[in-house]
């Protein structure tokens, strides 16, 4: 067939003939001014891999640090610009041709993600923790990622002096997934980023320094279960578009409310068919619910976080939660409004399975990262019941909750750096004993933050969780509240066992030693414990932002 004849039948097929010849290829239209955050840390995050290969290793470190830290402050200053032009209420919009929502909740969720991973960066940077090695200061990662553990290739790069500074673009790949996936607007959108976000998020936790066997273990395990998870999510995406005909997000809502007012020829079939909004939709939730870490879809999280450099692991707790939520929210809210009462129950057996099994599997714990990993999953538990509310003050409290937990457990991983013996950092249960004792001050600032963690008074957890539980009881959810309360006491028995172990126990002769770090790390610390506190005395004003914050644009 002659190309001739190939391009007839192609334009024919698409709607143009030769006859109407002013019909053209329309542009699209994008709004770089509101996509600012993303487009700096996506730019720098690309300048970063640039200086990988041009800017001399000795300077590397500097430089990455550097740009790293700058497009961090850089992209938050955007969200503040943004949301003082009123695009966070009253010129809340999709932009970028329906792809991004620019509204209060995105907003406010990417201004997280980016105070975060800025706090996080630092405990990333930190190189005074560990001896120096062969005149060299290290960091928590390999000296070459690509070398085989324990060859001669690896002994030579820490010989050298190498540093992975590669660690520093691949977090700020990572960060620009993270912007866009609360903010995602259409399926095809919110899968990308999910994808965006979780691939630098494998490589992160296969490079740390010690135990590098355990730390590839992680990264495997991470990246078959998230395959899967993705799997599911793609599946799901391709039976609403059976669906409804489309992956935008309003479209799929009009459908499902029955407002459509045009039907697609090529689907009209399946168009409106019960069975695929529900079976996708459950698909699409199980992605998202195995990124927030709920049961049944959380046996990654205690291996990678055990597994992964420490640092990663604060920053992926953290800001990965804050995404996957913000996500959640957004096609509950926005695209299943629907479908509320349908998936109520089961939201509800999750909600519940998450809060107990992650409270009651945390005290047979003994390792310190492990016990945490663990707290998150009874925390996305908690979550979950400020999700089911179903009312403008669930979205507020579960925005507020991730504001707080996300800077908790950043500040917490980084006291985990701390603690240290022979072979790096000492994460076994026993090995804290006495530190209370040892290092008063380490001690206090882990105390406050697990105070945090069980929710006691005066910490930002209490706020948190009590916004979450009013909101959840007044949504009709007031079983999960009971649920939660049991599942908080609970919980609250082993942080304070930790606790009593480390100020009413003897400390071991051979006990780890507490490095000192360098401001870095002092910062991040001291920013968690500055948080936990401001939220906890004084949380009215960020519960108002959070209610400003807390209308999504459809």
Known sequence: MSATAVHSLWTMAGGVTSAAPEQKFQAPVIEYTQLTPVLIVIGVAVLGVLAEAFVPRRARYYTQVFLTVAALVAAFAAVIGLAAAGYGTTKAHIAAMGAIAVDGPALFLQGVILLTSLVAVFTFAERRLDPESHGSRVDSFAAQAASVPGSDSEKAAVKAGFTTTEVF????????????????NDLLTLFVALEV???????LCAVARRKRLMSQEAAVKYFLLGAFSSAFLLFGIALLYGYAGSVSYAQIATVVDGSIQQIDPAL??????????????????????????????????????QGAPTPVTGFMAAATKVAAFGALLRLLYVVLPGLTWDLRPVMWGIAIVTMVGGAVVAITQTDIKRLLAY???????FI??????????????????LATYSFVTVGAFAVVTLVRDAGGEATHLSKWAGLGRRSPLVAAVFAVFLLAFAGIPLTSGFSGKFAVFKAAAEGGASGLVVVGVISSAIAAFFYIRVIVLMFFSEPKADGPTVAVPSPLTMTTIAVGVAVTLVLGLAPQYFLDLASQAGVFVR
């Not at 673009?169 to 995602?184: C, E, I, R, S």
């Not at 707290?375 to 538990?381: D, F, M, N, Q, R």
């Open 375 to 381: 707290s998150s999953i009874a925390h996305a538990g």
């Open 197 to 203: 976000f979780s691939l630098p998020l494998y490589l």
């Open 268 to 305: 009209a079939d399946t168009m409106g068919n019960d069975v695929l909004l529900l079976i996708g939709g459950a698909m699409i939730l199980t992605g998202l619910l195995f990124k927030v870490g709920a049961v049944p879809f959380h046996m990654w999280t205690p291996d990678v976080y």
């Open 384 to 401: 979950l019941a400020g999700v089911i509310a179903a009312t403008p003050q669930g979205i507020s409290s579960v925005l507020f909750y």
């Open 169 to 184: 673009p691949l977090l700020l790949f990572a960060v620009a997934g993270m912007l866009v996936f609360p903010a995602a």
